[in-house]
DNA sequence: TGCCATTGGTTAGGCTCCTTACTATTTCAA
DNA sequence: TTGAAATAGTAAGGAGCCTAACCAATGGCA
């Protein structure tokens, strides 16, 4: 549930103090990345609390949504590039919701080498069950911010992502 | 590196329309929620490529940023909490940062029960020597926005924050 | 004073995702 | 046609964090 960060008072001053020491430093930049990393990780945490309800992980349930979007079979290797892991990751996806009865499997006639993964009729029913609620949970949580706040959110996400890409290279 | 978002653009048009299913459905906060964690994944992951050229990862810079602030040695449970990790974490922690040199040991005086956590002079020198690299990343990732946007960005980031925190009790 | 609840730290095992290294199958080109 | 390269999926092991269960030391209270 990763608590990723931590001490947000103390870090902030310390990191406040450390800067203060090099010239020409950017302070507002520091407080900015502190309250990026708490609120990544009480976003990550309250999704992941969410979708524990329900025998879900953020990967498990991007599976479900790819294949209900697909409206049919789809093979892991397509999967995994639809939900951006690795191959091997989409192999523990793929099984723990089999084992939960979401998805089934079978050998794709077309390709020896490959599977294909369908959506159960039992896992599409509890799919629409659960939707609902969780949709209304992401309709509340941001429900103090009117819809102009959150287009110029998405604005500024998408502006600083860019930006640490191109800084990772 | 957790790629905890997927499929974006996907993801994005089959929630439309499943949403399109639900009446009274807000569809701008799925938008935003798909945003959000999007950026949440991105924002992680760099910061952990950046912190894993140290050897360090966030909770572990945590640690020794709490260190640095408190000036003097700390115990593994105070440190914890500072750093909102379990206790068992902790444990973890401190270990890999004494097996490479950033901190050491000992017995506290005052407590046989308890550990006294402090930096090492290698340590200090290390952290002085990559801060600047840190803090110089965090300020260019965030160099396309001015001082007023970033505090619009926080803002909404806590008001967020604060009703999720509400939503899962 | 002696007992027991509390607190500190560790161990063991779980979960999610990752990387690396492997086998099986297919494809393409010499 | 056949042998090398590419592709599909899996297995093993790692990193980060969590919870639960444990001893060890402490300290309040009868």
Chains 1, 2 share one sequence.
């Not at 990191?15 to 930049?29: C, F, H, N």
């Not at 993964?117 to 009117?146: C, E, F, N, V, W």
Request: glycine letters at 6%.
């Amino acid at each position: 549930m990763a608590l990723i960060l931590p001490a947000n008072k103390i870090l902030h001053e310390t990191l406040e103090r450390v800067a203060r020491e090099i010239p020409g430093l950017d302070k507002q930049s520091i407080r900015t990345h502190i309250s990026i990393a708490k609120f990544s990780s009480d976003c990550t945490g309250s999704y992941e609390a969410h979708f524990a309800r329900f025998g879900l992980s953020q990967g498990r349930f991007a599976v479900l949504m790819v294949l209900i979007n697909a409206g049919g079979p789809m093979t892991p290797a397509n999967l995994a590039d639809a939900v951006s892991v690795k191959r091997a990751t989409m192999t523990g996806l793929v099984d723990v919701l089999k084992k939960g009865g979401w998805v089934e499997t079978r050998r794709n006639p077309d390709d020896g080498r490959s599977l294909v993964i369908q959506l159960t009729s039992k896992g599409i029913a509890r799919i629409k069950d659960l939707m609902p609620d969780h949709l209304d949970r992401m309709s509340r949580s941001l429900a103090s911010l009117t819809d102009q706040e959150q287009q110029d959110f998405i604005t500024l996400m998408h502006k600083i992502s860019a930006r640490v890409a191109t800084l990772s290279q």
